[in-house]
């Protein structure tokens, strides 16, 4: 037998857990022929052995607060840079408050919302269809209708832009 179609790597903090718990326990009921396989990476290099050791697709989830945007922005620019290839989603608080500034900050996707419902629908089906969702570089947010779009330069040095307000 082969190995998985994709690879599913929880970028695991203590801080922030909620939203992955949420999102496994959607993908045991979810009914797919994608074979996946769910990694725990509980650093930056545990990050990067995961995406360079193993087979398939790689998908790296992320989620976390605001106030640390910007070091984990650092630390995903070290990732992309040593292990390239893999789909880098923020998820979180600020991804659906910031998602632009996310996009901007180096992430491929956005996924804004709490999980639940079709957020959590789009979500599933996001891990287990073909294809990648950094196709779209977009904000996936359970609507069809709403996007956004990177307002920098993917090759921007990350983590330097600060949040856009309105006034």
Known sequence: ???P????ILRYRKAVTYGFHTLLAA??????G????VVFAESA???IEAIT??????LVLWSFY???AAALAEELATIKEQAPGAVHVAGGVHATAEPVQTLDAGWDVAAVGEGSGRSSTSSTAAVTRPGSPASSTATSTGSSRARARR???RSAPTGRFPSRTSG
Do not use: C, F, I, W
């Open 1 to 3: 037998m082969s190995g």
């Open 5 to 8: 179609d994709l690879v599913l």
């Open 27 to 32: 993908l045991e009921e979810h009914v797919t």
């Open 34 to 37: 994608t074979r996946y396989e």
């Open 45 to 47: 290099q545990a990050t």
């Open 53 to 58: 050791t193993r087979r398939g697709r790689k």
């Open 66 to 68: 605001s106030p640390d």
């Open 151 to 153: 307002t920098r330069s």
